[in-house]
Structures are given as structure tokens and as C-alpha cells.
């Protein structure tokens, strides 16, 4: 009882190549048990033909530019102000794609030139294996979706340092979580929402420990997490976008 | 049963009977009509974009935080916390107490009657088992948010309830790296359902302050 899934034992801390054989033996096992979710072919066959591809990060930017912060605390606040028009749940997939493209990117650049305090260095390789998996996992989203899932940005970070490493790391996974909750609410196909649920607390969950390395709070935005909109995390990751 | 809870002393022998006695518990104390509307919960939804499933699930939440802040609150006054370990507890403490007063008011906001604390019975000992416990609470609690959000129909709980969600994965990843773990063991966190949940937490219930029932999965966007 109780949620044998997803879990593989306690001990990711192992070394870089236990952690990378762990993820490759896991990787699919996370992208069939998305595909045999209940009810989520039924769906997903639904929306066949509703959907169109988002070629490159340029296109993801113009497609996603709109602004759908959602603040406060009123939780009994009248709803649906500012998304008359907003991403479909495809562009949703693909915009998160984008920027687990860019994690995962990062963090194998690192892990390969050493940017890395050597007590950290397991951590790092689980981490980097996590955003790999959420990379597969999204790409099937997509496909799931009838979508071509997007292109894989080019991408460039200014480093030499495992400190430069640290702030950089520190800086994505905390925007990634809030990019995460920052679509929760749009997320029309409750399949595609509980993936990005599951995603969006490990993303957290890696903000977490970053932060605590960096001797950053661990929760920067108190007890209520703020969600970030997409014009604000893509202009946060534009930098480090080459195309 | 998580294996972390192997062990601890179990109230009760069946969950059916668990939840039965907590249910008969609740009409002792508030009156059969407090139990009535969750037991016999009827089909119908108001039809405010708020529904009977989004009112259970914000309870169900409720229960948790109440459990949460209760367990760092006692374990403050009764367990010799390290210099590292006390300041994050009490961290903990904070947030989980603002997350129990936000569900109430917004269930008072709904003109919903938030439940009562449930009564709680935890073993503490040293800080060690303090730690070991508090990850299980908070990857549980991970687990049942990331569970109910797909049953959510109104957008603002479900806005919010990721908002705490959020805070609730960065909570367990900070306990596990207090305890040399890994943040996470997993690239997805599990969606647990109620029935799981209360499978977890039980070893450390007295009672539970009503029988809660799973809401079915949205077919709509929330609105």
C-alpha cells in the first residue's frame, strides 16, 4: 500500500555512474507509467489534430508571451481574470520542455567540467539525471499530446567557477518551480497536470538543497510558493539562450 | 505501510474500522449532523465553481497541516533539537501553522466549517527519529497534494494548493539533506491518493476528525 511507484530506494547519492545506470534503467519505466494512466489514450486521442508544433525557442517566446500571474492569497478571489486567450496544454508541455532542456544541459556541463564542490558532486549527477528524466518524460507528454515536442535550445552559461555554477543552479531551479506552478491552473487535461505536479515538487525539492548550499532560505517566498508566468521565467532563461 | 512506521503502535486494526470509529467518534462530539453531509455526501455540487470534492479536499488538507504544525510544535518543546536542526523546525513549525490558518479561512470563505485538529500521538525520542519521522510527514505530505490536485475544479484551490505543494517539497528535501539523503528519490514525485495517505500518517492518529472520501477526478478545466 502506498505508493510503490516513482521510488527506488534511498540511496541517490551514490556515484556518478551508479546514479546515471539508476537513471537509465528507471528512465522508462517514468514515461510508461504516464502512457498506462487511467483514461489519459482516451484523452489524449481526443485532442488529436488540435494541436501545432512550436519549432524553436523564438516560437515558444511568441507563443507564450502572455502574462498570467496569479498573486495573492484570496483563495475565494473570483477566478479566470487574465487567460481569455491563453497557451494550450501542448505549448504548456513544450514550454516546460524548453526549460528542462536548459537544466539538464546545465547541469552536464557542470558535472563534466568539474564545477563542482567534490561533497556536492553526487548530488549534482542525481540531479542532473532527475532533469534528463523530466526531458524523456515531457517529450512523451508531447507526443501523448499530438505534438512535435520542441526543439532543444542552444544554449550558453557563463561559468568558471563552482561557485558561478552554484548561483546559476540555485537560480533555475527555483524559477523552474515557479514555472511549474506558475501553469498548474491552465493545465486543461488532468493527466498532463498530475506529471507536472510530480515535476514541479521535485524541481522544488531541488531549489530546496541548492538553496541550502548557497545559504539561501529554503523557502525564498515564506510558507506560499509564487508562481512565476511565462514571460517572466522566459526572460529570466533568455541569456542564457543562444538560439 | 512505509517502513518508517513499521513498528510504531497502530490504533486500531482495519482502516475500515479505523475510519468507522473516527467517524462515530466526530457524531459523538458534534452530533450525527457533522458526519452526515461527508458520509452520505451527495453527488451534487454547488454550483459556484466550488464543489463538495473541493471542500473535502481542502479539509483533507486542513487535517494534514493541523498535523504537520503539531508535530513540529511538540516536537519543539519536547525534543533536544541540535543548533542546525532547531532553527529549521521552527521554520517548519511557522509555515505549517500559516498553512493550517489559510485552509481555515478559506473554507470559512466558502462558508464551509473547517474541521477540528485531529487528536495526535507522536513518539518522540531524539532528534534523530525526530528527522526520520518528519521526512515521512512531508514526503506524504508532497504526495497528497500532488495526489488530490487533479480533482480540484475550482482554479483558486488549486492555485494555491500548489503554492503549499511547493513549500511542502522544499520542507522534505531540506529534513532529507539534514539527514544525508538525497533531496528526492525519484524524478517524479508519487501522487498518493487519500486512502494512502491515511495508510502513513494512521500510526500517529488518535482520531481522525471525519471519514473522508475521495472526490473523482475532474472531466473540465477548473474555473
Known sequence: MGGGSGTTGGKGNAGGKAARAKFDERDPTAVERLARDRSSRRRFVEKLGSTAAVGTFAMLLAACGQDNEEGGSAIARDPGKGQATGPNDADIVNYALTLEYLERDFYNEVNNRGLVDSEYASLYRSIEANEAEHVVILRALAKQLATEPVERPRVRFPMSTPADALKLAVSFENTGAGAYLGQAAFVEDPDVLAAALSVHTVEARHAAALNMIAGKSITPDGPFAKPLTMRTVLKRVKPFIVS | ?223
Do not use: C, W
Not at chain 2, 466549517?113 to 527519529?129: C, I, M, T
Not at chain 2, 497534494?145 to 522544499?170: D, H, M, S, T, W
Open chain 2, 1 to 223: 505501510m512505509h517502513p518508517e512506521l513499521a513498528g510504531v503502535e497502530v490504533h486500531g486494526t482495519t482502516r475500515a474500522a479505523f475510519l468507522m470509529r473516527s467517524t462515530l467518534a466526530v457524531a459523538g462530539a458534534y452530533g450525527a449532523g457533522a458526519v452526515a453531509p461527508f458520509v452520505g455526501r451527495a453527488m451534487a455540487q454547488v454550483n459556484q465553481g466550488i464543489g463538495a470534492g473541493d471542500i473535502e479536499i481542502l479539509n483533507f488538507a486542513l487535517t494534514l497541516e493541523y498535523f504537520e504544525a503539531a508535530y513540529y510544535e511538540e516536537a519543539l518543546k519536547q525534543v533536544k533539537l541540535s543548533g542546525e536542526v532547531k532553527p529549521l523546525a521552527e521554520e517548519l513549525a511557522s509555515n505549517e501553522r500559516e498553512h493550517v490558518d489559510f485552509l481555515s479561512g478559506a473554507l470559512k470563505s466558502f462558508g464551509k466549517r473547517p474541521v477540528p485538529a485531529p487528536k495526535v500521538d507522536f513518539p518522540y525520542s531524539g532528534e534523530k527519529r525526530f528527522l526520520s519521522i518528519a521526512q515521512t510527514l512531508e514526503d506524504t505530505g508532497v504526495g497528497a497534494y500532488n495526489g488530490a490536485a487533479p480533482q480540484v475544479i475550482n482554479k483558486n484551490v488549486l492555485i494555491n494548493a500548489g503554492r503549499i505543494v511547493q513549500v511542502e517539497g522544499r520542507h522534505a528535501a531540506a529534513i532529507r539533506m539534514m539527514r544525508g539523503q538525497p533531496p528526492t528519490d525519484s524524478a517524479l514525485d508519487e501522487a498518493l491518493t487519500f486512502d494512502d495517505v491515511v495508510d502513513r500518517i494512521t500510526p500517529f492518529l488518535d482520531t481522525l476528525p471525519f471519514a473522508f472520501r475521495q472526490p473523482e477526478r475532474r472531466t473540465a478545466p477548473v474555473r
